[in-house]
């Protein structure tokens, strides 16, 4: 009886807060020849040479590339291998660990239920998590791993956490030292898991720590999203996983996309790699095991870095944005509160004058077009942990994707020379 009351308690919640039909209907991604929406072929051809050769000259093992405008896939094939052990193809539909990529997709769910009225984004964060309450500001740390703290001059609210402005740190890849320890000593779970434990677990541990700055004062890349991940959770009713695949994956056709891998599509998942006396080896553990997404207790659903997917599926996402919000006839987020995550919502205190940063991306201005290279104007971007990047840039309508699956490579170029590369084959 109580497992029916949790499903009826499930199903007229998804029901209430389905996602609403749109009155605009925008095709899905399909394929189509580069010359019908204004790219040329031969110019193209110029990233096939770039992803052959970084293959060919061991940048990198194997690298998956897409490229779509207008809403049609000009580029999407896959070159070298997806494991060094078994030597097996890459293909184009392989699965990679898209980590940080993961944080997109988190905010949009995140302004899906702002969209419904359930917070404002100056919240403090408090509210709904009270672990955060009083919140503090490292001051020293001392070898024994005791700290002092001064109080935080205001609250964490949902906005800093969104725009990586709360003062909250990211443990082990942290650029503090301090904030290593501090994190480690704590327990907190940085990245993902395949350990027992829940991202409400984590979070609670996090919120009883310092913080670098006073929330507001300055962008430090954090466990935030993480935070928001919880949040959700706790605002929607229902675990993080099931949130992403009810509400944004399924309805937007995103079938590859998942935290933990179904076993029929654990074969698709490419290997972690990097070098060794420069030979391709398999990535090995270390604060994290690569073998996640394959296995696990799979409950730690990290609203920062624990998505799987593939370049198509990441680009049906994007082309979501794109398209202001919307896929297919499914409204995901309004026009409005589109053009509002993509404004600058940090000021001036963002490394660097070419870009600003919104509510989910780095966002490039008319500093950064002019510099060359980056795209347009309003171009949106970011990338993963494990050598994946994508942009998407709104005044082309084009789409940019480069899946890669390595880490400790110094000689990789793929990203920028892709994104380069794809601007230049614009021929309209």
Known sequence: MRNFIAFLFTFCTLAVFAQTKSIQTSPVLTEAAAAS???????LGRIERMCREAVEKSQVLGVVALVAREGKIVLYKAYGMADNETGRALQRDDIFRIASQTKA??????????????????????????????????DSLYADGTYTTTPASTPISI????SHTSGVGYGIIDSDKRFKKIYQDAGVTDLFTTENISIEESVKKLAKLPLHHNPGEK????EGLDVLGYFIEIMSGLPLDEFFRTRILDPLGMTDTWFYLPESK???????????????????????????????????????????S??????????MYL?????????????????????????????????????????????GEDMGGQGSAGTFSWGGYFNTQYFADPVENTIGIIMKQTQDISSDETGWKFRQLVGQAIDD
């Open 37 to 43: 929406v204004g790219m040329s072929e031969e110019r």
């Open 105 to 138: 997709i988190t905010s949009t769910a995140v302004m899906m239920l702002w969209e419904e009225g359930k917070f404002r984004l100056d919240d403090p964060i408090s509210k709904y998590i009270p672990e955060f309450k009083n919140e503090q500001v490292l």
């Open 159 to 162: 906005r800093h956490l969104l």
């Open 219 to 222: 962008f430090t890349y954090s």
């Open 266 to 308: 654990q074969d698709r998942l490419v290997s972690v790699q990097t070098k060794k006396e420069d030979k391709w080896v398999k990535f090995p553990t270390t604060f994290y095991d690569p073998d996640y997404p394959r296995k696990g207790a799979r409950r730690f659903f990290s609203g920062g870095a624990g998505l799987s």
């Open 310 to 319: 593939t370049a198509k599926d990441y680009a049906t996402f994007l082309q």
């Open 323 to 367: 398209n202001n919000g919307e896929l297919n006839g499914v409204r995901i987020l309004s026009r409005t509160t589109v053009k509002m995550m993509l404004a600058n919502q940090i000021g001036t205190i963002w490394e660097g004058d070419d870009a600003h940063f919104g509510l989910a991306f780095q966002v490039i201005n008319q500093k």
